[in-house]
């Protein structure tokens, strides 16, 4: 998904929680929101939105493929989300005389849905405070290496405490630095079938010119099912497996709404940094950020001229490409908001205040030399962040062909170490390892990418901290590593896939060990990986010095109510439709919603982003919205309101006070893209596509009204 806004947490002055900043535990909110929120216009109870020993709202909210969210919207298991949530295993099941991607596709029955080999959805079962626990097992004198393995001793022990077995996955993580901790437990269900999506030229439309923009015109939606055995327990993909029966499925409302009605968001938003320093921001702003947006859109050029000239190649890269182009927007994005907004110097004020504090005679000792400790940390590495994110933007993120000869050599590698015995057993994983990394890679278009890749990061990665073999074929080829890169697909086992799996059958130590690219791949992990012994001493300090930051900065500013870093956990985030100043791009009346008006507007024949079928333009001339029209007439599309959200998000249900699906948030907007560090009460905008564009793209534009008589529709 994509991002979203934060808040900057620092001194009581820049502290003031608004009702619609913050991403909320669920346990905590008979505690801290619910008067909030009922105030605001919610009409649940905290119970009925989290309940341990009843059925409740968060029964129906799951993390989708491990970094989306998803809601349950049948009795009978559909599982509802994004477009680009369920991109991967749509393009995955698409060929070119089958493509779902654009021409979209409606299972009939359900022996017509179509399973992914790997995808899952998780449910949330409960959570519990486990920081007296933890923190208990630790003191002051242990240095970071101590504390760290201390606390994974412990997290190891509460999770087979609480996993019934292998029943329940639990995971036990960290927040405010190290300073709480927390343990969830989770049900893993792994049948997942796709029941429908629109063509690509809807649930995608606009691109990426109109990626993190408003006025927005997507349908930005697919549909699951979740299967389960005959005892609703999770099971691996079987044709006597049999629609899950939730605990809880979310009604719809066909009622729309209106500026400052209340609206609700819980999902699982992935990862916030709203206690950065200063000094990290800098870092982002003018090291780090700048070197992955070049090295992404380096990596999308060449993905893109391939995708242009062949189907087939554009449904194999087509996920990767979109991944690629959805963070190059948004490192651009953040690089110029962050900049706009002067965030490092507003962070870098609240930091002065914590120092005056910090260095008060009480205080002193603890916390007196935290925030200089830090600034020296960031000071010491920028450059190589720089150097960093050109290996993780863009080798890595762009280029199969860069981790893969790693990954699989050290597999044969361990392969060869092994007994006879073993050896049979592992024989058929490694294969069955090669055919499906191999499987949608296209060998012009790998070599290609690490020739512009790896030439890019010998020029911008810094003489003495690109890969020392990196640098030798660069030295040896006057800075162009295009000889190397050519001989290596001449001569490499992984260049091809039937001349690796008879290198398996029949391998040799020394000819893998001399492989052009396993050379080149293991350069290229170890240096991402490498930090000197000189650093790894600051480093311990430095997370030391940060969890001291934020431990001081709670003990300073104790009335303050706090909530925890995203970090891929469910929370809850409330606030209200709310509109942007008024656009003269947007024909609706409030400039809260779009309208599918302005998606015929939008409309280019042939364009790669606004293309429309002839079906949808037929419906929206006849005005054939059926019941889905908003009562005013118009067919609505898009929304906005003011919750708090980021990246993992996408795909959350937004909901009215009744806990009924309005929409599904599935972006943010550009001007509020420094959310992650900071959260802006004026700016900060949740896009989400409503419901009722929905219902009426599944009945009236795909004729799946099988799919419509599922759900629990709510009208007034």
């Known amino acids: 998904m994509k991002k979203i806004l934060l808040f900057i947490l620092l001194a009581a002055s820049t502290f003031s929680v608004k009702a619609d900043e913050g991403m909320w535990f669920l346990m905590n909110i008979e505690r801290l929101n619910e008067r909030d929120m009922q105030k605001m216009g919610l009409q649940l109870t905290a119970e009925e939105i989290y309940s341990v020993n009843n059925s409740s709202l968060k029964d129906a909210i799951v993390q989708f493929g491990g970094g989306c969210t998803a809601e349950i919207v049948s009795s009978t298991g559909l599982v509802m989300t994004n477009h680009h949530c369920g991109y991967a295993a749509i393009a995955e099941l698409s060929t070119p005389e089958n493509d779902h991607l654009t021409n979209g596709f409606w299972a009939k029955t359900k022996a017509d849905e179509l399973k992914p080999k790997s995808l899952s959805v998780r449910f949330f079962v409960r959570m519990d405070d486990v920081s007296k626990r933890i923190l208990g097992k630790l003191n002051d004198s242990m240095?970071?290496?101590?504390?760290?393995?201390?606390?994974?001793?412990?997290?190891?022990?509460?999770?087979?405490?609480?996993?019934?077995?292998?029943?329940?996955?639990?995971?036990?993580?960290?927040?405010?630095?190290?300073?709480?901790?927390?343990?969830?437990?989770?049900?893993?269900?792994?049948?997942?079938?796709?029941?429908?999506?629109?063509?690509?030229?809807?649930?995608?439309?606009?691109?990426?010119?109109?990626?993190?923009?408003?006025?927005?015109?997507?349908?930005?939606?697919?549909?699951?099912?979740?299967?389960?055995?005959?005892?609703?327990?999770p099971a691996e993909y079987s044709q006597n497996n049999v629609p899950l029966v939730p605990k809880y499925h979310l009604s719809i409302s066909l009622n729309g709404f209106k500026e400052g009605d209340f609206a609700m968001i819980l999902g699982y938003p992935g990862r916030t940094n709203r206690w950065m320093p200063s000094a990290g921001i800098s870092q982002n702003v003018n090291f780090a950020y700048p070197a992955w947006?070049?090295?992404?859109?380096?990596?999308?050029?060449?993905?893109?001229?391939?995708?242009?000239?062949?189907?087939?190649?554009?449904?194999?890269?087509?996920?990767?490409?979109?991944?690629?182009?959805?963070?190059?927007?948004?490192?651009?994005?953040?690089?110029?908001?962050?900049?706009?907004?002067?965030?490092?110097?507003?962070?870098?004020?609240?930091?002065?205040?914590?120092?005056?504090?910090?260095?008060?005679?009480?205080?002193?000792?603890?916390?007196?030399?935290?925030?200089?400790?830090?600034?020296?940390?960031?000071?010491?590495?920028?450059?190589?962040?720089?150097?960093?994110?050109?290996?993780?933007?863009?080798?890595?993120?762009?280029?199969?062909?860069?981790?893969?000869?790693?990954?699989?050599?050290?597999?044969?590698?361990?392969?060869?170490?092994?007994?006879?015995?073993?050896?049979?057993?592992?024989?058929?994983?490694?294969?069955?390892?090669?055919?499906?990394?191999?499987?949608?890679?296209?060998?012009?278009?790998?070599?290609?990418?690490?020739?512009?890749?790896?030439?890019?990061?010998?020029?911008?990665?810094?003489?003495?901290?690109?890969?020392?073999?990196?640098?030798?074929?660069?030295?040896?080829?006057?800075?162009?590593?295009?000889?190397?890169?050519?001989?290596?697909?001449?001569?490499?086992?992984?260049?091809?896939?039937?001349?690796?799996?008879?290198?398996?059958?029949?391998?040799?130590?020394?000819?893998?060990?001399?492989?052009?690219?396993?050379?080149?791949?293991?350069?290229?992990?170890?240096?991402?990986?490498?930090?000197?012994?000189?650093?790894?001493?600051?480093?311990?300090?430095?997370?030391?010095?940060?969890?001291?930051?934020?431990?001081?900065?709670?003990?300073?500013?104790?009335?303050?109510?706090?909530?925890?870093?995203?970090?891929?956990?469910?929370?809850?985030?409330?606030?209200?439709?709310?509109?942007?100043?008024?656009?003269?791009?947007?024909d609706a009346t409030i400039n809260n919603y779009t309208t599918l008006k302005g998606t015929i507007n939008k409309y280019k024949p042939n364009d790669p982003e606004f293309d429309l079928p002839q079906k949808l333009i037929d419906l929206y001339e006849a005005k054939d919205f059926g019941q889905y029209a908003d009562k005013n007439g118009y067919m609505p599309v898009n929304f906005l309101s003011d919750n708090d959200i980021t990246g993992g998000n996408s795909g959350s249900p937004v909901l009215n006070g009744k806990g009924e699906l309005l929409g599904l948030a599935f972006d943010g907007n550009i001007e509020a893209m420094a959310g992650d560090v900071i959260f802006d009460p004026e700016l900060q905008r949740t896009i989400s596509v409503d419901i009722r564009y929905v219902l009426f793209l599944i009945d009236k534009f795909a004729g799946a009204s099988h799919i419509i008589d599922e759900f629990t529709l709510v009208k007034d």
């Open 293 to 586: 947006v070049e090295a992404s859109k380096t990596g999308m050029d060449v993905m893109k001229k391939y995708m242009d000239q062949d189907q087939a190649i554009r449904l194999k890269y087509a996920s990767t490409y979109a991944g690629v182009a959805n963070y190059w927007k948004n490192r651009q994005g953040m690089i110029d908001a962050l900049t706009q907004h002067q965030t490092a110097k507003t962070k870098e004020a609240s930091e002065k205040k914590f120092n005056k504090w910090a260095n008060k005679s009480k205080n002193r000792d603890k916390y007196g030399s935290v925030i200089a400790t830090i600034n020296e940390y960031y000071a010491l590495t920028n450059e190589k962040a720089r150097h960093d994110n050109y290996i993780s933007g863009g080798i890595l993120r762009s280029s199969s062909l860069a981790p893969l000869p790693y990954t699989i050599g050290n597999a044969i590698n361990f392969y060869l170490q092994q007994n006879d015995a073993k050896k049979a057993e592992l024989l058929p994983q490694l294969i069955n390892q090669v055919n499906s990394s191999y499987e949608d890679l296209v060998m012009p278009v790998e070599k290609d990418l690490l020739i512009a890749l790896l030439n890019l990061y010998v020029e911008k990665g810094g003489k003495d901290l690109i890969a020392p073999y990196v640098a030798e074929i660069a030295k040896e080829n006057n800075g162009d590593v295009t000889p190397y890169i050519n001989r290596a697909f001449e001569t490499s086992i992984f260049a091809d896939k039937e001349k690796l799996i008879a290198f398996i059958n029949n391998p040799d130590p020394e000819v893998l060990a001399n492989d052009l690219l396993f050379k080149l791949s293991n350069d290229i992990i170890a240096r991402y990986r490498y930090v000197p012994d000189t650093l790894k001493a600051k480093q311990a300090d430095f997370n030391r010095a940060f969890r001291l930051m934020v431990q001081g900065m709670r003990e300073a500013n104790p009335k303050v109510k706090y909530y925890p870093d995203a970090n891929s956990t469910l929370r809850l985030s409330y606030g209200k439709i709310r509109a942007l100043p008024a656009d003269p791009r947007n």
């Open 143 to 233: 240095t970071e290496a101590e504390r760290e393995a201390t606390i994974n001793r412990e997290i190891a022990l509460i999770e087979k405490e609480n996993n019934e077995g292998g029943k329940y996955t639990v995971s036990v993580k960290s927040f405010y630095e190290g300073n709480e901790f927390y343990y969830f437990v989770y049900q893993d269900y792994t049948d997942v079938r796709l029941v429908g999506t629109p063509p690509d030229n809807i649930g995608k439309f606009g691109g990426d010119t109109d990626n993190w923009e408003w006025p927005r015109h997507t349908g930005d939606f697919s549909l699951f099912r979740v299967y389960a055995d005959k005892d609703g327990n």
